[in-house]
């Protein structure tokens, strides 16, 4: 059986892409801040504070350790907080790195390497519009450097095992379709909006040997 592991699986777009893999036959570890009292067939859940370097890599351990590879990683943690340029104070950088950047660096580096010595994996990082063209993060400065240098360690990801099936993705969505979003954008169209289930397909889809694709940053509206 494969492994999946998804942190944030607590949050909307980690519960949609759980369900995904535990549809697809995956046993799922998710990776969580605190479990709940849910029970689901090949599910576990890990408590560890991802901005903490070595209690991720003790949970990397221990998964390794169980079940000795890991075939698929989604890091699906993360948060997003607006400020123009006048407001992006040395706090708000800093958090935002730590909390969508070093989230997913810290989980990523060991599992990249688990990879290259199983020489096959994917890896999915959640980037975003403003990530991946800084030009559109005037409003939100600090949430859109923290998500442009997931696009730049997936890049050096996949230098690095170009030559092995380790393919390293950054799944750019626009707006997420999520009680929390809806709340604070009440006027809005949410016919527009891309929905979790959708998302966690795309990510099924490239995680699959014949889904696979040579291009790293993948656009959610351009497979909807």
Known sequence: MKLAVVSGASGNLGQAVVQYFLKQSYHVVGLVRS???EVLKNYEEMEVDLMDEKATQSCVDIILKKYDKIDVAVL????????SIDKAFREDLEHQYRLNFLTAFHFARPALLQMKTQQKGRL???GSQPGMDTTKGTNNVAYSLSKSQL?????????ETKDLDVKTYVIVPSTIDTPENRKSMPNADYSKWEKPEDIA???GYHSKDKGASDKAFIVVSEFI
Do not use: E, M, V, Y
Request: proline share 0%; hydrophobic share 45%; glycine share 12%.
């Open 35 to 37: 479990q709940s009292k």
């Open 76 to 83: 699906t943690a993360g948060g997003f907080k607006s400020g």
């Open 124 to 126: 999915f990082f959640i």
């Open 151 to 159: 696009f730049q360690l997936a890049n050096i990801f996949n230098s």
């Open 201 to 203: 397909k795309i990510i």
